[in-house]
């Protein structure tokens, strides 16, 4: 058996949370809702970090993220009174929805954008990708991807989630997950291949 | 009205036929989505990829594809390790103290 699984995490290294997990969450909740606003810090350093590398993943850029996790947890402040269910879940979908508005708005200002929702792999200048490391490459790939298949890559890869984590906070079929997974290597390795394999 | 012979809704019905290419196999749902590059990945790759086990023989001749994703999963664990920068969440308390 080829070994390649000490350098490649594959596994979800972030398991659903337990139930007294989501019990715990409850439970600040109450105490926001009462009054104790400081309590919601306890909410932000539960799951800031996911919520960022998930930003990050989906924008590309650290300013960005960091926007959309100050202007998501806010907000999710204010609609605290709203949660039904699953915390994390409840804000990862605006977190989620944030990074997709913001995308939205960079097609419609930005002309190289307007055509898609295809990966353009030839649209990227060559040089682009020849410049940098694997990283600034990464990158690149990443966001000539269609959202969806973005989302499902950097959900699974860079966060270390789940399928099944995934589908419920996606709500979708762990089979649709899989296949986005799929089709966003498909064309990373495609992207990537020329420079690296 | 005047007949155009390249169209072929001009043509006589045997003749449009023969002009006509062939039509494509519809794709399926999942295809028309989005269209992407050719697979280049053996379904042995995706199952090794998604943390299932998957046989040597299942992967031979696989080896400069799972070089690349071991280099690309390599990256991806970089980012894992990110945090929160601190001075986020500080800004974000700051600003529900201020509302």
Redesign the interface.
Known sequence: ??D?TS?????S?EPAPQDDLLDADQAVIDRVLAGD??A??LL??RY??P???HA??MTGS?DVA?DI??VS??KA??HLAEVRGRFDAWVFRIVANGCKDWLKNIRRTHLSYEED???S?LETPDEELDRGE??DD?DAALLAL?D??REAFVMK????RS?EEMAVLLDATVGAL??R???A??????L??ER?? | MKLDPQDPRDAAPERAAETRPPAPAEPSA?DR?????????STAV?A????DQV??SA?SGA???????????????K??K????AH??R???A???D?
Do not use: C
């Open positions: 058996m080829l390649y350098d490649v995490p594959l596994k290294t606003r400081n919601f810090s932000i350093e800031s970090d919520l960022y590398r990050l993943g650290a960091e996790l100050q947890f806010i402040f204010h929702d295809q990966p792999a694997l990283r990464l269609p969806s298949l890869h860079v966060e270390g399928y899989k296949m997974v799929h089709r290597r498909e064309a990373l390795q495609k990537l291949e690296y394999s | 999942a989505e989005v269209p992407l590059p050719a697979s280049e990945l995706h090794y990829l998604d943390g046989s040597d992967l080896e400069r594809e799972l070089e690349l994703w071991k280099r690309i999963s390599a990256e991806a664990g980012r894992r990110m945090v929160t920068p986020v969440t800004q974000i308390l600003k529900l103290a509302d």
